[in-house]
């Protein structure tokens, strides 16, 4: 069946720009949850989703980060006035809830000039 | 608070030589722990986990890993190495039982030479 899915693959973005990264998850998968992945780093934790909700955003690193969920399926997320910072592999993952395996998606490689 | 510390960036062993790849935790709550493989160009793969019960866990691919509570480390293990297990791996604990975030390590890149 068909994994995790995410768009672009790629994004190249200017400083100060908007950028919104998708998240398709399994068919099925009520828990949805975002990381992000700098060079040479483990997977850094951002946002939970159980359903609709955002069951613990405590990852999120300020307030320039939100994201979404609205049907409690395609997520997507948003970061406002991008910096050089941000550049990253933001990786989504989606599983049955609990400790259930986390299935991740291939990612979005993120790029602020 | 979680957290997890791998020993050695790199490892390199020769193909048919043991696999040991080293994870150590730290958290204040009974830990759920999980190894992870991410092959280039691939996402990241789930090897092994350990909730509760056994400690010795094995999982695809040959691998298996220990819980030793004592020792608060929870290392990966292959006896024999094959080419096609070079790859990233990464060792992470769960914040608490409801399944909320992963806390991963940085990363052990294994090699494995012919």
């Known amino acids: 069946g068909a994994g995790v899915s995410q768009t672009p693959s790629n994004k190249v973005t200017e400083k100060g720009k908007y950028v919104e990264l998708r998240c398709d998850p399994i068919s099925g998968h009520t828990a949805l949850y975002w990381y992000r992945q700098s060079l040479g780093q483990g997977p850094e934790f951002l946002i939970y989703?159980?359903?609709?909700?955002?069951?613990?955003d405590s990852g999120l690193p300020n307030d320039r980060f939100f994201a979404v969920r609205p049907e409690g399926s395609v997520s997507t997320l948003k970061i406002q006035r991008t910096e050089r910072g941000d550049s990253a592999v933001y990786l989504c993952?989606?599983?049955?809830?609990?400790?259930?395996?986390?299935?991740f998606g291939p990612g979005t490689r993120l790029t602020v000039l | 608070a979680q957290s997890v510390t791998q020993l050695g960036s790199h490892v390199s062993v020769s193909e048919g030589a043991l696999v040991l790849l080293r994870c150590n935790y730290s958290s204040s709550v009974p830990p759920y722990l999980f190894w992870y493989v991410q092959y280039p160009n691939q996402g990241l793969q789930l090897l092994l986990k350990y909730t509760t019960g056994a400690t010795l866990v094995k999982g695809i691919n040959g691998f298996e890993a220990e819980f030793k509570k004592s020792e608060t480390s929870f290392h990966l293990t292959k006896p024999s190495a094959h080419m096609s297990d070079a790859a990233e791996y990464f060792c992470?604990?769960?914040?608490?039982?409801?399944?909320?975030?992963?806390?991963f390590g940085k990363g052990t890149t294994l090699s494995v030479s012919s």
């Open positions: 992470a604990v769960a914040l608490n039982q409801a399944g909320t975030a992963l806390i």
């Open positions: 993952a989606s599983s049955q809830g609990g400790l259930n395996e986390q299935f």
């Open positions: 989703f159980q359903g609709t909700g955002a069951a613990d």
